[in-house]
């Protein structure tokens, strides 16, 4: 297990996304700090048992869903544009698609409340929010089929780090 701070591993693994876009780490990095916050707040409110907002701050964990839905889209969109650029210049990447597709599963429900094209069967037209006692907020996409943003962004995370490191 790395012990370092997790922006950290955002930022040094955020400089193989120029490759794509100039200046596209410095939204990865953007993401990587409120991915460190999100894991933070969902600490506090795994270890309180329940008890996330100071009393009286009734919409706190309303506020912390949303910001985990807009970190969704928005990490779904970087992978979307390095999977684009990839296959434009004719060098598709099965990694950077299976972790895409596994995003792509909780993005669609999240930004257009439909399935997802390969889930239709099976999947909810709105994913629903809420709470993995591991991993902090996740949706229900399906009947018992929870999704954590959480355990999305280790996959992303991992996966940059792997590419960092494939570059040096």
């Not at 012990?3 to 953007?30: C, I, L, N």
């Not at 099965?94 to 094209?117: G, N, S, T």
């Not at 991993?135 to 992303?156: D, K, M």
Request: hydrophobic share 45%.
């Amino acid at each position: 297990m790395n012990d370092e701070p997790r922006f950290h591993r955002w930022v040094r693994a955020s400089f193989v996304t120029a490759q794509y876009e100039k200046f596209m780490p410095v939204t990865v990095q953007g993401l990587g700090r409120l991915d460190q916050d999100l894991f933070e707040q969902d600490k506090l409110f795994l270890a309180g048992g329940g008890a996330f907002a100071p009393e009286g701050d009734l919409g706190a964990l309303s506020y912390h869903v949303t910001l985990s839905y807009l970190w969704v889209l928005g990490a779904y969109e970087v992978l979307r544009a390095i999977n684009q650029r990839g296959m434009e210049s004719g060098h598709a990447d099965q990694e950077v698609l299976k972790v895409l597709r596994q995003f792509e599963r909780l993005r669609i429900p999240l930004a257009k409340f439909e399935a997802a094209r390969r889930h239709r069967p099976t999947d909810f037209k709105m994913a629903y929010p809420a709470l993995n006692s591991d991993h902090g907020v996740a949706w229900e996409v399906a009947e018992n089929v929870f999704i954590s943003r959480g355990v999305l962004s280790g996959e992303f995370l991992a996966l940059l780090e792997a590419k960092h490191a494939a570059a040096n």
